[in-house]
């Protein structure tokens, strides 16, 4: 039902910046809470970070305080993911997601949408 697609993924050096944003196709897309997750290889999808659905509130995990802002722009479908200071440990596919009706919980499986994903290297 919601079509989710990721860009602005790529190879940066550490301590360098990237945005990366999530076009969603659905004109409903305001009424869902969002998230984005990250993969590493041989490591399970974890969270990173979560806005609801006015863009009122945000989370995220401890790692990325400081340095990873979440925003979304409901006239335009869009949520984006502003990653400052970026660290080698960072690197990972990053996944847009979107989560329905009442919110259950910031973990994976509580999402019911997922974009493609988007590879983000970080260099030492």
């Known amino acids: 039902q919601v079509q989710l697609v990721e860009s602005g993924g790529g190879l940066v050096q550490a301590g360098g910046s990237l945005r990366l944003s999530c076009a969603g196709s659905?004109?409903?897309?305001?009424?869902?809470?969002m998230g984005w997750f990250r993969q590493a290889p041989g490591k399970e999808r974890e969270f990173v970070a979560a806005?609801?659905?006015?863009?009122?509130?945000?989370a995220y995990r401890d790692s990325v305080k400081g340095r990873f802002t979440i925003s979304r722009d409901n006239a335009k479908n869009t949520v984006t993911l502003q990653m400052n200071s970026l660290k080698p440990e960072d690197t990972a596919v990053y996944y847009c997601?979107?989560?329905?009706?009442?919110?259950?919980?910031?973990?994976?499986?509580?999402?019911?949408?997922w974009g493609q994903g988007t590879q983000v290297t970080v260099s030492s």
């Open positions: 997601a979107a989560q329905g009706g009442l919110f259950r919980g910031l973990i994976s499986g509580n999402y019911d949408y």
């Open positions: 806005i609801d659905w006015r863009g009122g509130s945000t």
């Open positions: 659905q004109r409903t897309f305001s009424i869902y809470a």
